[in-house]
C-alpha cells in the first residue's frame, strides 16, 4: 500500500496553462523531492524540502516551483506549460535514518503538453 | 561530484537466465548503495541495500555486494523471470551531500 500519493497519474494539457501538481504523504517524513525522469529513464532531481516552509532547487534547472506549507504536501506548479515540459515527473520522501535515508517513491505523474 | 554508471540497456534475456547488471561509482568517503527497481507504469522501489564494503544486500532472489576495492555493486540474480522485468537504477548515497545520485537506469526485458 502506497504512503505516498501523486495525482493525477496522467495529464495532457495545452501549452501556456497552469498546472498543479499533487504529492502527499502520510509519514511525517520531514523530506520531500521531486525527480524529473526524461523518456531515456535518466532521473533529475529539481527541486527539494527539508520541511515546512523549506525548498531548495535541485541539480536540474527547472522552470517549475515549489510550496511546502504542511509537512505532508509538496505540490509542484508549472506557471505557463511548455511541450518541453512533457515528462514523468516523481515525487518521493525519505526519513533522516543515517546512512540509509530510506526513500519512499510515488507513482508518478505522466504529463503531456501538446 | 559523486557520480554512478550503469551498462547501457536494454538487456533481453529468456526466462531463467542468469542476470548481471554491473554498476560502478565514483565518490568521496563511504557512500551507501541501493538498487531500485520501476515497474511499467510505476514509481521506482527500493529493492536492496548495502551500507558498508563486503555487505551484501538481498531481496526477491537479487543480491549485490558492495566492493570498495573495485568501487562496484553489480546486480545478480540467478534466474530471471518475466515478472522481472522492468527499469533497474544504481543509486548512491552520502549523508554529507544528503541525496541520491543516480545511475541512467537499465531496462530488463525478460522473454518466456
Known amino acids: 500500500e502506497a504512503d505516498i500519493y501523486q495525482t493525477p497519474r496522467y495529464l495532457v494539457i495545452g501549452t501556456g496553462k497552469k498546472i498543479t501538481l499533487e504529492c502527499s504523504q502520510t509519514m511525517g517524513h520531514d523530506k520531500m523531492y521531486w525527480y524529473q525522469q526524461d523518456p531515456g529513464m535518466e532521473l533529475h532531481l529539481i527541486h527539494y524540502?527539508?520541511?515546512?516552509?523549506?525548498?531548495e532547487k535541485g541539480d536540474l534547472s527547472s522552470e517549475s516551483t515549489v510550496s511546502r506549507i504542511r509537512t505532508e504536501h509538496f505540490p509542484l506548479t508549472l506557471e505557463s506549460a511548455r511541450p518541453s515540459h512533457t515528462s514523468q515527473y516523481l515525487c518521493a520522501s525519505s526519513e533522516e535514518r543515517g546512512r540509509h535515508p530510506g526513500y519512499t517513491f510515488g507513482s508518478g505523474t505522466r504529463l503531456t503538453v501538446v | 561530484g559523486d557520480s554512478v554508471t550503469q551498462m547501457e540497456g536494454p538487456v533481453t534475456l529468456s526466462e531463467e537466465a542468469f542476470l548481471t547488471i554491473n554498476c560502478t561509482y565514483t565518490a568521496t568517503g563511504y557512500p551507501s548503495l541501493f538498487w531500485y527497481v520501476q515497474y511499467p507504469g510505476e514509481g521506482l522501489q527500493l529493492l536492496l541495500k548495502a551500507t558498508k564494503a563486503d555487505d551484501k544486500g538481498s531481496n526477491k532472489g537479487f543480491e549485490a555486494t558492495y566492493r570498495k576495492e573495485t568501487t562496484s555493486f553489480h546486480l545478480e540474480k540467478g534466474s530471471v523471470q518475466v515478472s522481472d522485468s522492468a527499469v533497474y537504477f544504481c543509486?548512491?548515497?552520502?549523508?554529507?551531500?544528503?541525496?541520491?545520485?543516480f545511475g541512467t537506469g537499465t531496462r530488463l526485458a525478460v522473454r518466456p
Open positions: 543509486a548512491l548515497y552520502k549523508s554529507s551531500g544528503d541525496k541520491l545520485t
Open positions: 524540502s527539508y520541511g515546512v516552509n523549506s525548498t
